[in-house]
């Protein structure tokens, strides 16, 4: 089984409905990420969580909202979707205290996407 | 100017050529430098950490330039399986990492 398990892995939506991408991991990090990737654009960042009680929006968070329900569990919600959230989602997770470096956010460990269209 | 610049490519290469990637960001205040592998409809995963003093795995090679803010990474006698999208990543202390779009390389035989 993956240690970052992502669902669902395909979604095909219309515009206007409420969506919630949800993530789950095994490994026992604290960080979690919500990134998406768009051809030409790479990956950008949405939002990210340091433990359970921190909330921090990444770069283009506008029109997402998480929550991070437990230290497994981060889910990324799209309120009313647009076709222009049309794009690969990952969840990542990482434990800085493995690095012995303060500061660094450590390796990231994706889950295997989900893939959202809004028609 | 965005924060990790790439050339995206395509790198289309020989099998057993040498090949270099390069990668620009602009905080100076970035404070660890990586390089992940992305294949087509896979997620990122780590190649390499990249260290002030360069480092080298296998045929990979990494180095860094604080002074210039210059990221690179070669890769010698290339394989077909090092077909890929290559991932330049930056930290900065305190935040989450920053992706460069990638530089995508096609090894044939």
């Known amino acids: 089984d993956a240690d970052v398990t992502q669902t669902p892995r395909n979604r095909i939506t219309k515009t206007g409905k409420r969506i919630m991408l949800e993530c789950s991991q095994t490994k026992g990090h604290d960080r979690m990420y919500w990134y998406r990737q768009d051809p030409g654009l790479g990956l950008r960042l949405i939002y990210y969580?340091?433990?359970?009680?921190?909330?921090n929006k990444g770069e283009i968070s506008d029109g997402y909202s998480v929550s991070r329900q437990a230290q497994a569990k981060f889910s990324l919600s799209l309120e009313s979707a647009i076709p222009n959230q049309t794009a690969l989602y990952f969840c990542a997770t990482s434990d800085p205290s493995r690095t012995g470096f303060a500061g660094n956010t450590g390796e990231l460990f994706f889950g295997e996407g989900s893939r959202l269209t809004v028609l | 100017r965005k924060e990790v610049e790439q050339d995206p490519g395509p790198f289309n290469v020989p099998e057993g050529a040498t090949v270099a990637f390069n990668c620009t960001y602009s905080?100076?205040?970035?404070?660890?430098f990586f390089w992940y592998r992305q294949d087509c409809r896979k997620e990122p995963k780590l190649l390499m950490s990249?260290?002030?003093s360069g480092n080298e795995d296998g045929r990979f090679t990494a180095q860094l330039n604080r002074a210039s803010q210059y990221i690179s990474l070669l890769i010698r006698d290339s394989k077909l399986s090092d077909s890929a999208t290559y991932l330049c990543v930056v930290n900065q202390a305190g935040t989450a990492l920053i992706f460069g779009k990638g530089t995508t390389l096609s090894v044939s035989s």
């Open positions: 969580s340091f433990d359970v009680k921190d909330i």
């Open positions: 905080n100076s205040a970035s404070q660890s």
């Open positions: 990249v260290y002030s």
